[in-house]
């Protein structure tokens, strides 16, 4: 069995491991396992509006996911997705209230740029302290996140609105809001915002593969020092990996921007996308259409959740607790490996 199969079996293994020990806790909990997983099943793909949703919650993932397995496939851990979002979520719906008279074919890829710039410089500050002075990225990102939520709340409050929860709806010239792609899913919040998402898997999987660009980013993240003597700018190679990481996880945030809601309001708390994108990108394998394909179950799961507690009774957090059991066994890789190796070597024998 090749290193690359093995690869591919143990997230789906992970998958099954979770959603069986889901099945056990709904079992000692006292609930119907099976009526708890059809119910899931339905909320998923029961009518097309569930189909459309679930194609609408995985966008963000996507993005957020590529956000935390760029970083990661150039040796950074960007726990500071979610703070990114935030700040790409009001760059994006600060530009989509504004310049209202402009047509929309500069309108919306403006706001879309905006988001993904302030992102990008989101993410500049810690690839700086990184690569300048030596400051370990996690805890940064994680203090730029509570950064990120205080300041675009006090925005939102006091700069955007006249002390409201809320700021105005963006402009129509602003809007990835689809009529088309609401229709044919029963009028579901589906957006445009998934082609931008699949668009940017597809660049993250170009630059990382197929440019020279990229080599020294895997390199650099593989062994600083064996770049360094090869002649590669490590420091402006750690900083343009936040940045990019950044400007997917600035994405993210203008796809509920624009798409999703369409405006930006006071936060109570974090939106969890930033934070669900750990796992897409672990779930995926750093990989691109791992990373597509992490995103179509989590949102699958998420949307899915919503119909346990109608159709079985069942409190939709269990789904919450089949997505950490699955991220465990994920993290826990290794032991899968280990028992497909003997599985392998007893195949021989």
């Known amino acids: 069995m090749s290193n690359r199969l093995t690869n591919i079996l143990i997230p789906i293994i992970s998958v099954v491991l979770g959603i069986l020990a889901g099945t056990i806790i709904m079992l000692v909990s006292g609930y119907n396992p099976i009526e708890g997983y059809s119910a899931l099943w339905d909320g998923i793909f029961g009518e097309v509006y569930f189909v459309g949703e679930t194609l609408r919650q995985m966008t963000p993932l996507i993005l957020a996911g590529l956000a935390v397995a760029f970083a990661f496939r150039t040796g950074l851990f960007n726990i500071g997705v979610e703070g990114q979002l935030i700040v790409g979520w009001l760059a994006a719906v600060w530009v989509g209230t504004s310049f209202g008279d402009l047509p929309k074919f500069i309108h919306l890829p403006l706001a879309v740029i905006a988001a993904a710039l302030a992102g990008a410089l989101w993410g500049f500050v810690p690839g700086f302290l990184k690569a300048r002075f030596r400051v370990h990225e996690v805890i940064v990102t994680i203090m730029m996140n509570y950064i990120a939520l205080q300041a675009s709340n006090a925005i939102v409050r006091d700069v955007l609105t006249d002390r409201k929860e809320r700021t105005d709806y963006v402009a129509e010239s602003a809007s990835l809001k689809s009529p088309f792609l609401e229709s044919i899913t029963d009028f579901s919040r589906l957006h445009w915002g998934i082609i931008i998402a699949l668009a940017c898997a597809f660049i993250m999987w170009f630059l990382l593969e197929k440019t020279s660009r990229g080599y020294e980013l895997r390199a650099v993240g593989f062994n600083q020092n064996a770049s360094q003597y090869a002649g590669m700018n490590v420091n402006g190679n750690i900083i343009l990996s936040m940045v990019i990481s950044g400007a997917f996880a600035g994405l993210a945030g203008s796809m509920e921007a624009l798409g999703t809601f369409g405006y930006a309001s006071i936060k109570g708390g974090f939106t969890g996308v930033g934070f669900d994108g750990i796992a897409v990108a672990l779930l995926g394998g750093n990989a691109a259409i791992g990373v597509i394909f992490a995103a179509l179950?989590?949102?699958?799961?998420?949307?899915?959740?919503?119909?346990?507690?109608?159709?079985?009774?069942?409190?939709?957090?269990?789904?919450?607790?089949?997505?950490?059991?699955?991220?465990?066994?994920?993290?826990?890789?290794?032991?899968?490996?280990?028992?497909?190796?003997?599985?392998r070597k007893k195949g021989v024998k």
């Open 297 to 343: 179950l989590f949102g699958g799961l998420k949307v899915g959740a919503l119909n346990m507690p109608l159709d079985a009774g069942i409190p939709n957090e269990l789904v919450d607790i089949i997505i950490a059991l699955i991220i465990f066994f994920v993290a826990s890789g290794y032991i899968i490996r280990y028992m497909i190796q003997r599985f």
